[in-house]
């Protein structure tokens, strides 16, 4: 482990952000966090595999309160790298960050504002960072529909993936199966909510996250995270229970679109939008429900590492011109 940290307390937040190589993956979100007007009280937590990070970038994590590279054998999957890094975190909060989604200036002070609640955890909310297609915004309404920003602040059933933060004793309650846990936070967020804790949006941390704009990554990626969430849910279900939720998997597209709108709705996006995007996002929840199906029936088998292969570099699933404008800081 490579750390550096200042004299002095503990950090107020650690932010956990994953690369599968090199530093310049996660140079534009370590940007951001830095420029945070509370990033003398933010440890950055950067989980790596033992192979790479050998051009650690000094002068970007000079300004925090430290930070720390924990080494993994490798990258199998988000939720194992975050579940790493988390253990390793040396503040009472965690946020988790990604290569492909950036925090916006008063994140972080509005994060560790909202921790002082009784929260287990706290979501921001999200906004489009590459608004040019109609994929993108697909991905966006189906993955975070009910955080779009402008959002209303108050207590939720659950929060964005990859993109909340949580007081890390409460995680480290789930012991070795955090990384269970972690693969699916959705689950997590259920989970969180029947043991008696309580879920918190707060919309003044808000941040942009880059989605998805070619179709094919898009579609291939809903199959495996789908597949993903299923065997999450399930993971201690009898198998009769499987299969009455394998089966009932056609109905799925239509349960989720209804969800979708209503949510779309209330967070005032404009109706020419969302009839534009309707056709790409049956496509994509045809597809999620085809992952389901398989998660329910016959378990996770690879999608985790399958999907893990397309959380990493987004670039490589934009259009060219989306490629452009995540390429500037």
């Given at each position: ?9 503990s950090p107020d ?6 690369t599968?190589d090199c ?12 420029a945070?007007a ?8 950067i ?15 000079q300004d ?9 054998a490798?990258v199998?999957?988000?939720g194992?790298?975050n ?5 390793r975190?040396r503040?009472?909060?965690?946020a988790?960050a ?8 008063g994140?972080a ?17 999200i ?8 994929v993108?915004w697909?991905d ?17 059933d659950?929060l964005?993936?990859h993109?909340?933060?949580?007081k ?10 955090l990384?269970?846990?972690?693969a699916?936070e ?6 969180l ?6 879920l ?10 880059t989605?998805?704009s ?5 579609l291939?990626?809903k ?17 009769w ?9 056609p109905?799925?597209?239509?349960v ?12 005032r ?21 085809a ?5 329910y029936l016959?378990g996770?088998g690879?999608a985790?590492?399958r999907?893990a ?8 699933h ?5 490629q452009k ?5």
């Amino acid at each position: 482990m490579a750390s550096g940290a200042s004299s002095g307390d503990s950090p107020d937040l650690s932010a956990v952000i994953t690369t599968p190589d090199c530093f310049e993956t996660i140079r534009k979100t370590i940007r951001h966090l830095k420029a945070q007007a509370v990033r003398e009280r933010i440890e950055v937590v950067i989980v790596a595999p033992e192979s790479a990070i050998t051009d650690i970038g000094m002068d970007e994590l000079q300004d925090f309160w430290g930070y720390q590279v924990v080494r993994t054998a490798g990258v199998a999957s988000v939720g194992a790298a975050n579940a790493a890094g988390i253990r390793r975190a040396r503040a009472p909060i965690v946020a988790l960050a990604e290569d492909h989604s950036f925090p916006e200036p008063g994140w972080a002070e509005a994060l560790l504002e909202a921790h002082r609640g009784p929260w287990a955890a706290v979501g921001p909310a999200i906004r489009n960072a590459n608004p040019r297609t109609l994929v993108s915004w697909a991905d966006l309404f189906v993955a975070y529909a009910p955080w779009l920003d402008p959002a209303p602040a108050g207590p939720r059933d659950h929060l964005p993936g990859h993109n909340s933060s949580y007081k890390r004793d409460v995680l480290l309650r789930y012991g070795d199966d955090l990384e269970q846990m972690m693969a699916s936070e959705s689950v997590m967020h259920w989970d969180l909510r029947r043991r008696g804790h309580q879920l918190y949006l707060e919309p003044k941390a808000k941040t942009a996250h880059t989605n998805f704009s070619l179709l094919s990554s898009w579609l291939v990626s809903k199959f495996f995270s789908g597949r993903v969430f299923a065997s999450a849910r399930v993971r201690d279900w009898p198998y009769w229970k499987r299969l009455v939720l394998g089966g009932a998997s056609p109905l799925i597209p239509l349960v989720r679109l209804r969800q979708i709108l209503g949510q779309l709705r209330k967070s005032r996006q404009p109706a020419g939008l969302v009839l534009r995007v309707l056709p790409v996002l049956l496509a994509g929840l045809a597809l999620s429900a085809a992952g389901e199906m398989a998660g329910y029936l016959l378990g996770a088998g690879g999608a985790r590492e399958r999907l893990a292969r397309f959380e990493f570099h987004r670039s490589r699933h934009l259009c060219a011109a989306d490629q452009k404008e995540l390429t500037k800081c």
